[in-house]
């Protein structure tokens, strides 16, 4: 019994000790998640859209490859169930067919588009969030999606879409300049 007295007093001791070099409980701890094939891709999806505290999402998206991957179905249902939740999506995407067909109900849809110019092609999507990363890959023979949670990571790819989106001219212009270089 006193050897039990003895241990517990020790252990008592130690607790402020190990609390202290764990920096407590609400001590941020950056963490990733994996998430294979279609159905994984559709719960990062689900993550971004329902747990979003910030309601807006800034992303980098070739739009031909979600369409590809994904079906328009899908596609349908997110672009009525994200502005539902009142999730604002800007978006650099690849000028493709596509991606001009979404272009045209931007507003419908609470999203502001811009391009990268023809020329440029990914097939993934990369979307900053709150404190949160996503990095979707819609490679055919293995799709997959990754959360990166870590609030240096996920403000640095919001700076660098800002830059970006800075540096594009609005669709508007891309049309008005694409029509004169024909004429």
């Given at each position: 019994?006193?050897?039990?007295?003895?241990?517990?007093?020790?252990?008592?001791?130690?607790?402020?000790?190990?609390?202290?070099?764990?920096?407590?409980?609400?001590?941020?701890?950056?963490?990733?998640?994996?998430?294979?094939?279609?159905?994984?891709?559709?719960?990062?999806y689900e993550d971004l859209i329902a747990?979003?505290?910030?309601?807006?999402?800034?992303?980098?998206?070739?739009?031909?490859?979600?369409?590809?991957?994904?079906?328009?179905?899908?596609?349908?249902?997110?672009?009525?169930?994200?502005?539902?939740?009142?999730?604002?999506?800007?978006?650099?995407?690849?000028?493709?067919?596509?991606?001009?067909?979404?272009?045209?109900?931007?507003?419908?849809?609470?999203?502001?588009?811009?391009?990268?110019?023809?020329?440029?092609?990914?097939?993934?999507?990369?979307?900053?969030?709150?404190?949160?990363?996503?990095?979707?890959?819609?490679?055919?023979?293995?799709?997959?999606?990754?959360?990166?949670?870590?609030?240096?990571?996920?403000?640095?790819?919001?700076?660098?879409?800002?830059?970006?989106?800075?540096?594009?001219?609005?669709?508007?212009?891309?049309?008005?300049?694409?029509?004169?270089?024909?004429?």
């Open positions: 019994q006193e050897k039990l007295v003895a241990d517990i007093e020790r252990t008592e001791e130690l607790v402020p000790t190990l609390e202290r070099l764990r920096g407590g409980e609400a001590r941020y701890r950056p963490n990733m998640q994996y998430f294979g094939g279609v159905d994984g891709i559709k719960q990062v747990n979003n505290k910030e309601k807006k999402v800034y992303g980098f998206t070739g739009i031909h490859a979600v369409y590809k991957l994904m079906g328009e179905e899908w596609i349908n249902h997110i672009l009525r169930y994200r502005p539902a939740m009142g999730v604002k999506w800007y978006a650099l995407a690849v000028d493709s067919p596509e991606s001009r067909n979404l272009y045209a109900n931007d507003e419908k849809h609470l999203r502001e588009t811009k391009f990268f110019p023809s020329d440029y092609n990914f097939e993934v999507e990369l979307a900053a969030y709150d404190d949160k990363v996503a990095a979707i890959s819609f490679a055919e023979d293995y799709p997959w999606a990754m959360i990166i949670n870590d609030k240096k990571i996920a403000e640095t790819i919001k700076e660098i879409f800002r830059y970006v989106h800075k540096t594009l001219p609005s669709p508007k212009n891309q049309v008005a300049d694409a029509t004169e270089s024909k004429a």
